[in-house]
């Protein structure tokens, strides 16, 4: 294993390679110009990728001459290409006991959540990007001044009320089957529908399972993968997608011009939808298909109020598609099926390519109960996965309040054990949620009526169906102290995003069945 070792640093041609998320790039540049004045040789992509060859060949070329890998981690997450490139480095890391992933943590990012990136020893910059010293260290493969933890004890693998996402892939346990069918039907046409009820995890199993699945392809089929939600102007959030991938490094006036601009061009007809997806394509060279995923299709009639621009957005999205090199893999609740049958074309077009997402089976259900804990080393009492199996039943609905459970119990663990006495605190799967809503609202009395208009403007009645949530602005909800909705969100009642097209801060209900409860 020395001789190994010894021959694996001869000849390597780089200490380490830098992968992130492009929007991230003035950061891991300004990290990598300190990286190579301590002595170190670091592949940073604008610095050796040739124009014009395929980025996949070079990009595997060069993470082959590293002794290591830094995936940095911003406030925008992990981007496209990082996501391949993780990939790579975690199977090399594996069959390689010399070569390392390190995770590098930026400042901006309030959710590290790293999934197994987090079983390496990982560098926070958040506080200081020009304390590269740890950073430095950990490339030289020399040992850290501070002793840490062990990082699996800070790694909760269930996700309460958010859906699982790219990143948490490693926890996400119970859908193989339908995963393996959503990738036989990716492969078959150009259009993807994952239809179920609210809470049977549509977001998740797309997420999680399709993607990572897809980022594995073989070479000779490399994804592009843009992931959206329509909000009340479908066409806009169409628009940015393309902008932020097409031009990164754009300043906010600059990339709101952009959106702007590619928006007019698409309602005018004067370029096509396919048009900006053969330029995306050929400014990454290797790429072969992109898939656009539009999760929470239901935005495109609770949400958009203009029936022309649904109307436009649509036949955009089935014009494009006529190509082979654009899919699309939309997620709806079942309960909003008759507006897309209501649509000639679109029922049409999904003929036969419809993805019904239905209950787990129990077999299922113990998989993402107990797979995920075991990843982490985490035990259960005795008795205690039963009695939660048993709450769960076979409600799809009840997963989110699953997930939801399993979270508090970890938050409540004892050295690495869920326990018993915790979930009968909690009354159960059934009642968890509902339990720290109430609490949460008799300890904030004094805002009490606040606190009801924010749910208000939350929430979109369903006229005639059922009640869906609603995106706001902080903006928008005037009047309403910003440390109250950090204080929900902290609690994970509510989610905050940015929105990149409008520049602002945004906050929704975590779940619809926060709704239901």
């Known amino acids: 294993m020395h001789i190994f070792n010894f021959l694996f640093d001869i000849l390597s041609v780089f200490d380490a390679f830098l992968s992130y998320n492009r929007r991230d790039s003035d950061a891991v540049a300004r990290v990598a110009e300190q990286l190579r004045a301590a002595g170190l040789a670091v592949f940073l992509d604008k610095w050796y990728l040739t124009p014009g060859n395929s980025w996949i060949n070079e990009l595997e070329q060069k993470l082959g001459q590293s002794k290591c890998l830094c995936v940095f981690i911003g406030p925008h997450g992990l981007g496209n290409w990082q996501q391949r490139e993780k990939n790579l480095g975690l199977d090399r890391q594996a069959a390689k006991s010399a070569y390392r992933v390190i995770p590098v943590i930026l400042p901006g990012n309030s959710d590290p959540s790293l999934g197994f990136l987090s079983l390496n020893t990982w560098i926070d910059l958040r506080k200081n990007l020009d304390d590269v010293a740890p950073l430095v260290h950990a490339i030289r493969g020399e040992a850290l001044a501070e002793t840490t933890p062990d990082p699996r004890a800070l790694i909760c693998p269930y996700r309460g ?35 179920g009820a609210s809470g049977s995890g549509k977001s998740s199993v797309v997420r999680a399972g399709l993607l990572p699945a897809l ?22 959030s169409l628009a940015t997608q393309f902008v932020t991938t097409l031009e990164p490094q754009l300043t906010t006036t600059d990339r709101l011009l952009e959106i702007n601009k590619v928006v007019d061009s698409l309602e005018k007809g004067s ?18 298909r992109l898939l656009l995923v539009i999760d929470q299709w239901e935005e495109v009639y609770t949400l958009c109020q203009d029936p022309a621009q649904r109307k436009a957005f649509i036949d955009l999205l089935l014009e494009a598609t006529l190509q082979p090199t654009l899919h699309v893999a939309i997620t709806l609740r079942g309960d909003f099926f008759g507006r897309v049958l209501a649509h000639r074309p679109l029922a049409d077009r999904l003929q036969g390519r419809i993805a019904n997402l239905g209950p787990m089976t129990p077999e299922e259900l113990e998989a993402a109960v107990l797979k995920p804990a075991a990843a982490v080393n985490l035990r259960f009492e ?14 799809p609905g009840n997963l989110p309040l699953l997930e939801f459970a399993l979270l508090n119990l970890w938050e409540q663990k004892k050295n ?7 979930y009968t605190d909690m009354d159960g799967v059934q009642s968890a949620m509902a339990q720290r809503a109430e609490q949460l609202f008799m300890d904030m009395e004094s805002q009490q009526d606040t606190l009801r208009r924010v749910f208000t403007r939350l929430v979109k009645p369903g006229e005639g169906a059922a009640d869906t949530r609603r995106r706001a602005s902080l903006n928008e909800l005037q009047g ?3 440390p109250l909705i950090k204080k929900l969100a902290d609690e994970r009642l509510l989610v905050t995003n940015r929105d990149e097209e409008a520049d602002t801060e945004t906050v929704e209900v975590s779940h619809e069945a926060l709704i239901r409860g």
């Open 161 to 195: 009320l958010h859906p699982f996402r790219e990143e948490d892939a490693a926890f996400f346990f119970g859908r193989e089957t339908f995963t393996q069918q959503l990738i036989e039907e990716v492969h078959k046409d150009n259009w993807l529908a994952v239809v």
């Open 215 to 236: 980022r594995k392809s073989p070479k000779d089929e490399v994804w592009e993968i843009l992931t959206m939600v329509p909000n009340d102007r479908p066409l806009r």
């Open 271 to 288: 370029v096509a939808l396919r048009d900006y997806v053969d330029t995306l394509l050929e400014k990454q060279p290797g790429t072969t």
């Open 382 to 395: 005795e008795g205690l996965p039963e009695r939660i199996l048993t709450d769960v039943g076979g409600e």
């Open 416 to 422: 690495g054990i869920l326990l018993n006495s915790a």
């Open 480 to 482: 309403v102290i910003h």
